[in-house]
Nanobody, 126 residues
Framework: QVQLVESGGGLVQAGGSLRLSCAASGRTNNIVGMAWFRQVPGKERKEREWLVAITWRGGSTYYEDSVKGRFTISRDYAKNTVTLQMNSLKREDTAVYYC????????????????WGQGTQVTVSS
């Protein structure tokens, strides 16, 4: 089992920045990749939007077009932590953000991620 705990959400004005962290514990040696998703009100869990992913060992990164150039994912392998730096935030970035881990290959499909954090709220005001 892998446990994930997110932190760093909050309220920020449009154009501002936030940094989210995801600490992994447990059988982290089984992790192949990690990703960040977000879910807006009215959407179901299976409709969570994939944003970015990183391979756990190699550190290769992949971004969804709407966040490319604004969001940066990184990982500290020694500390079992993944960080999402979010800059130039927009109102439409408002959502609950989740980190997720997979023992399978990286994918944008939420149902392929076995482990999830509890989520952290990000609210961007105008």
């Amino acid at each position: 089992q892998v446990q994930l705990v997110e932190s760093g959400g909050g309220l920020v004005q449009a154009g501002g920045s936030l940094r989210l962290s995801c600490a992994a514990s447990g059988r982290t040696n089984n992790i192949v990749g990690m990703a960040w998703f977000r879910q807006v009100p009215g959407k179901e869990r299976k409709e969570r939007e994939w944003l970015v992913a990183i391979t756990w060992r190699g550190g290769s990164t992949y971004y969804e077009d709407s966040v490319k150039g604004r969001f940066t994912i990184s990982r500290d392998y020694a500390k079992n932590t993944v960080t999402l730096q979010m800059n130039s935030l927009k109102r439409e970035d408002t959502a609950v953000y989740y980190c997720a881990a997979t023992r399978l290959g990286l994918t944008q499909e939420s149902d392929k991620y076995e482990y999830w954090g509890q989520g952290t709220q990000v609210t961007v005001s105008s």
